[in-house]
């Protein structure tokens, strides 16, 4: 089974400019979410998607936003970068239930210059 | 609100010793608790989860509830066991995973 997929892997951008990133999720699984990983914060749950509704909602500004597609492949997008939101950005797929395991992605690093 | 905290930052040990890494949670319900490693130039992987009472690599964990702790012990460290190690635990049914910051073991051979 191929493991859940993340693209592009680095990022270079500048602040103001928006950002869209992608997950593409495990055969199967109805269930991503996107964290942010930074050394500072650590790991923080974004959101969650399942079935193309948001699930789930994390404590981050409206700039941060995603949708998730009929095929459970979701993004994220961020507008108006700021410096701050350099991170390691990272999905997770799973079944949707709680106990079950959810699986990552490599992470998208995001540089905001 | 819901918090997961691994005191030790940093924890090093010989290759043979005995390995605990702490993981305390607030959480006034019942949550499902999780361990995640993450060794060099790899994904964050899911190491063990309390509701499977198992044991991966010689690592185990037991859910005390009464202290709110989760702690993963292992009796004989190995030098593969170098690695970023989270605790975190999601609740109400959730997929939503909230984390420990972290502890990062260190075997010396």
């Known amino acids: 089974k191929a493991g859940v997929t993340q693209t592009p892997r680095y990022l270079i951008k500048t602040r103001g400019q928006q950002v869209t990133l992608s997950c593409s999720p495990i055969s199967g699984h109805r269930s991503v979410s996107w964290y942010q990983q930074t050394p500072g914060q650590g790991l923080q749950f974004l959101f969650e998607y399942f079935s193309e509704t948001q699930r789930n909602k994390g404590n981050f500004p409206g700039r941060f936003s995603g949708r998730q597609f009929s095929n459970s492949r979701s993004e994220m997008n961020v507008s108006t970068l700021e410096l701050g939101d350099s991170a390691l950005y990272l999905c997770a797929s799973g079944s949707g239930r709680a106990a079950d395991t959810q699986y990552f992605g490599p992470g998208t690093r995001l540089t905001v210059l | 609100a819901q918090r997961v905290t691994q005191p030790e930052k940093l924890l090093s040990v010989f290759k043979g010793a005995p390995v605990e890494l702490k993981c305390n949670y607030s959480?006034?319900?019942?949550?499902?608790l999780f361990w995640y490693v993450q060794y060099s130039r790899q994904r964050l992987q899911l190491l063990l989860r309390h509701i499977s009472r198992e044991s991966i690599k010689g690592f185990t964990a037991d859910l005390n509830k009464g202290e709110t702790s989760f702690h993963l012990k292992k009796p004989f460290a190995q030098e593969e066991d170098s690695a970023m190690y989270y605790c975190?635990?999601?609740?109400?049914?959730?997929?939503?995973?909230?984390f420990g910051q972290g502890t990062r073991l260190t075997i010396n051979p």
């Open positions: 975190a635990l999601t609740f109400q049914g959730a997929q939503k995973l909230v």
């Open positions: 959480y006034s319900g019942s949550p499902e």
